[in-house]
């Protein structure tokens, strides 16, 4: 029953996320907005496309961090979050301070270490709470907030996913690629909440009459002019950080995750 | 004057609720006027930010003026006409550009009113922001702000030491001898700080962290919730109760969770007079802008430049539901007003003192 509820609460939760997140790409299929006369009809003005999904993302969040928790009831557990948590600010400060180059970010490797290491509940927690613990200390609350907080918890979420193989090399190839297709992807899904904010009520505009294809190519034109080259930086860091840095931090990581686990009969 | 950051929040959610509800023009340059007030009279900003702020204001009103003069090809007012290039390509028309404008506005005006709260409210009062049902999350993100000034400390000292050993940072293999023993120092603190809390009472297992009804009302919430945004979406006003009663469970399960918690405050923040005026006046805003009274105009809350570019409307009772939300402002103006009251006096009597002086 316990597992049932939380399966369905993580499915819930990540299926309002992807549709919330990828119904600007669908919107001009779906109401079938073909002229100016239609599009000025739907646009309520006061709708907000934004607001609502904002709202949407922010009560499934809650509703996530509400569930998963329930993970950190465990003292050892609730001080290893913290103070990783501070380790990833301090970088995130660091990077504030002096920016990278394009969308360089040294904190997403700790999120996916800590992830792999720790489990997908920890991942989650560690990716959620990076996110809100810099955002306080950098002064960056915001409404983009929900948005950086739920990819990010997605992140640590698919990091425990993955496989455990024994050869180092081989560890360190799929860590590699996993953080080069997050860097990309997390400027990719991060762009898709942020599209509708810069071109308001417009974005479906822009496909009138077309299709997914259409929205789709449209959404290509504004990602690679806002971001692609950003995140290829970050992509291409993330792996320069898990060559240098994945394997001692790994074991490192291991040798701690056995300690907190260790229990008295 | 300082209002309880409850009070604050209130008035930001409002101001950005608004901000992302109202997509006039003429009502975007109000609640940016009123967010950048209130940084003006309790937040001290310095100059490198308010420079930062500036920068990035003129980059996003240029770059959504931009998008949408080059992805949308409708208005009278044609400037001039790109090739038939794929998305891109059609007539470059004022009336997007102004678009644009609009659309930036928006964004600058929620940036700005996140600002307020960002430099007005502290971080450790955000923290308690946090709802008693988030307690062991509220603890986590607590331990990590403590840790933070620790944790610069650390790194401080591992290059200082790396250092003395002759380490210099060229590559970002180098990286590894300092943030290894970073992270290993780190983990150690974690240890003892977990031995410390069990020490003190934290309790160090608990079986079941939500009852199974609770978490059965949790899942209808988030459907209701995404049931009505999709109403919302397609419909418009049905979709907007679905969504809100969805909100509105998981506001319930917080607060039946959050009773169950026990929390200790040593520090009580005052909740004053005023804190309930500006949650009042706030509220007030929102409902009056909000909700379909007739003689509000509702029409004047959108702008849609299209087909011929003309000025947006203003209605004066939207105006003045706006202006019940500069009530911190004018507290502010008056607190200082009465500042430098107090203090001039005393230039008052050290400018007669010069005359005296001068006089002889």
Redesign the interface.
Known sequence: MNRTLTASLLVLSGAIGLIALLYPLVAPALDGITSLQAFQASQPGTSGYALLTTTLIGISLLALLLEVQGQTANAKIIAALGVLVAITSVLRLVETAIPGIGGFSPVFVPIILAGYVFGSRFGFLMGTLSMLTSAIITAGVGPWLPYQMFVAGWVGVTAGLLPHPENARLKLAMLAVFAFAWGMLYGGILNLYFWPFVAGETSAMTAAGGGIGDTVASYGAFYMATSFVWDIFRSIGNIVLIIALGIPAIRAMTRFRDRFHFELA | MRFNSRAWMVWVLVV??LA?????PLYSIILLALSLLAIQYYARIESPVRSMFLQISLGILL??AI??AL??H?GDHVLFELPQW???GGIITVEAIA?GF??GL??IA??AT??A???IVP?RE??RLVPA??Q??A??????????P???RH?RRIREAQAIRGHRPRG??D??PL??P???G??E???R??EA??ARG?????A???R?PE??L??A???T??IG?VM???W?VSGYIL?SL??LV?VL??VR?GRRVRRTSFVAVPWTATDTILVFTSLAALILVIAPWPVIG?LS????P??LLKMPEFHPLVGLALILLSFPILMGMTTQRDHDRMTEPDQNATSSREGIRQAR
Request: net charge positive.
């Open positions: 950005a609720f992302m509800f109202a997509r006039n770059f959504s998008y949408h992805f949308i409708i794929p998305l891109i678009d609009r659309n928006v964004l929620l940036i996140f600002m709260l960002n430099t971080s955000l923290v049902a988030f062991d999350l603890v986590v993100v607590l331990i990590a702000i403590t840790y933070v620790e944790t610069r790194l970002f293999r990286w590894r943030i290894l970073l992270l290993v780190g983990l603190r974690a240890m700080l977990s809390m069990v934290h309790v160090s297992e608990r079941e962290n939500s199974a978490r059965i949790l899942i919430g988030l459907f919730a995404l945004w919302a979406i397609l418009g969504l969805g909100g998981l399960i917080v969770k509702r809350l959108s702008y849609v299209y087909p």
